[in-house]
Every structure is written in C-alpha cells, then in structure tokens.
C-alpha cells in the first residue's frame, strides 16, 4: 500500500510503501499478524517458504518482513542472513514458538529488529509492528530530506 506523505519541512509529498510480508506455513500467525494490523494503512503479503520469500523481495519492494522460525525449507536464522544481505535496509521480525535465548541472539545476530514468541506475545508483536512501521517511515523521510 503506498501512502502520500507529506514533508514538514518542503511540505512536498513523499510515497511511503508499508508492505509487510509474513514468511510462515503456519496460518494461525499469518491470521494473527493480520488481525493485529487490520487498522492500519499496510497491505500485507504471504509466502509459505524461503525460498519464495528471497523471491518476492528481489522483485517486490518490502520494507517489514514477519519470519515464522519454524519452516521446512531453511532455518530462520539463514533466511534472515539471507533477506539483510539482499536488502539491507528491511525490518525483520522472527516469530518464535518457545523462547530460546540462544535463538534470539543468533537472529538478532543475522539482522533481526525483535524476537517475539508467538502465538502469545500479541501486544508485544502489535507494538514492534507499529516500531517498524514507525522506522520506516522516518528512514523515507530523511531520504526525502536528502534528495531536496
């Protein structure tokens, strides 16, 4: 979904694209992330592997990304490596199912924004979703801010 913003500073207007892709098999989080952010201005995108997810963000742009960590073609950890190198500047979340201490730095490690268990955590996944909306949004505007 693009939105027009518009600069405080120009008052020149700006797109910003809030696409969030959900990388899971599982749909119970795909309805949860869903749900969550049926509000809000985003239009949200499903992929059931890795694979298809390292092939939508070389064809599609997508700024926020929501990684099930248990999927059968690749590790979440690999899949996170893989989305920061091939675009660098995405948010990525990983959904985990048990807490695992050693999970989270690795991920964190890889490029991950946050770690959240899920199903559980819904306020806790709800507020990195708006954090990560809220990053992008500032990240677009100090590019506009720098092409001006």
């Not at 690795?106 to 909306?133: H, K, N, W």
Request: include cysteine.
């Amino acid at each position: 979904m693009h939105c027009l913003n518009f600069c405080p500073d120009c008052h020149e207007g700006y797109t910003l694209d809030r696409r969030i892709l959900i990388v899971s098999e599982d749909s119970r989080l795909v309805w949860d992330v869903k749900n969550l952010l049926s509000g809000e201005p985003v239009e949200q995108t499903q992929v059931r592997s890795g694979q298809a997810c390292l092939d939508m963000i070389v064809s599609t742009p997508v700024k926020i990304a929501v990684i099930d960590d248990r999927l059968q073609d690749m590790q979440a950890v690999d899949l996170i490596r893989n989305i920061k190198s091939t675009v660098p500047d995405i948010i990525v979340i990983l959904a985990a199912y048990k807490h695992s201490i050693q999970r989270e730095i690795e991920a964190r490690r890889a490029g991950a924004f946050y770690c959240v268990i899920s199903p559980g955590e819904y306020d806790t996944l709800y507020q990195f979703l708006l954090q990560a909306i809220a990053l992008e949004s500032r990240h677009l505007l100090s590019k506009h801010r720098q092409r001006r």
